[in-house]
């Protein structure tokens, strides 16, 4: 488990050098959220990624004026990762960045939810809970609607 001072270094690392970005459906409407990292330091992006524990890393050779040299890379790439990351390193953001934070998370939020407005016919919510264990449904008294209790669950304690 990270330290809360390893999250405000990385705060502060991805407030300089991080990509919060929003990948493009097959629409090409701009949809999931993720995160990027890319330095020379070796060290930094893997420390970067041991802290918040999720992503991929990556290499990858650039030639400037003449002389190779290796990009280190830091990607998190599944939405649910990167949204989590954005929440935990939100309170040390400066505002510019903070802004485009709330508008990945809300874009997120709002996939989600359109995910359960069709719970009727599917099988697993959009985070793969399965909804053929019966404690992972609930059904919303007002108007019989299936909803995810698991990311019900996951939502009131922060996790999402
Ligand atoms: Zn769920």
């Given at each position: 488990m990270a330290t809360e001072i390893e999250w405000a270094w990385l705060a502060g690392l991805l407030e300089g050098e991080g990509c919060f970005t929003l990948r493009k459906s097959k629409?090409?409407?701009?949809r999931w959220p993720m995160i990027q990292l890319g330095m020379n330091d070796a060290d930094v992006v893997k420390h970067a990624m041991e802290i918040a524990g999720v992503g991929q890393a990556r290499e990858e050779e650039r030639v400037r004026a003449g002389v190779s040299k290796t990009f280190y890379k830091w990607d998190v790439t599944r939405s649910e990762d990167a949204v989590m990351v954005m929440r935990r390193i939100l309170p040390y953001m400066g505002e510019r960045r903070s802004e485009r934070i709330h508008e990945c998370i809300k874009t997120f939020e709002s996939l989600t939810d359109y995910g359960e407005k069709n719970f009727?016919?599917?099988?697993?919510?959009?985070?793969?809970?399965?909804?053929?264990?019966?404690?992972?449904v609930y059904i919303r008294p007002g108007d019989g609607k299936r909803r995810c209790q698991v990311c019900i669950v996951m939502r009131r304690e922060g996790v999402i």
């Open positions: 629409k090409g409407t701009p009727r016919t599917q099988t697993h919510c959009v985070r793969g809970h399965d909804f053929s264990i019966p404690g992972n």
